[in-house]
């Protein structure tokens, strides 16, 4: 069966991911609260947003960068895109 969370993204349930994304807290809040869905979308805006800003994830800047864009995107607030993109359309 699969878990359902209270996705603050889509504010609504919605299918939960299977483990927790990061380890300690962060992780278990992303766990507890975001939907896969949600997830996947974010995987796809953080990749455009390394390789748009061609930033080095060695970079603690970068990674503090990320996660503050990730928290703006999961409670729908104005965060960064990658400058120039066009989504496809449907």
Known sequence: ???????KKYNKELP???VPPYPGQKGQEIFESVSQQAWQEWQ???????NEKQLNMM???ARKYLLEE???FFNNEEFDKAEGYVPPEE
Not at 44 to 50: D, R, S
């Open 1 to 7: 069966m699969t878990r359902m969370v209270h996705c």
């Open 16 to 18: 939960g991911l299977p």
């Open 44 to 50: 796809k805006q953080q990749t455009m947003l390394i």
């Open 59 to 61: 970079d603690p800047d």
């Open 70 to 72: 990730m928290d703006k």
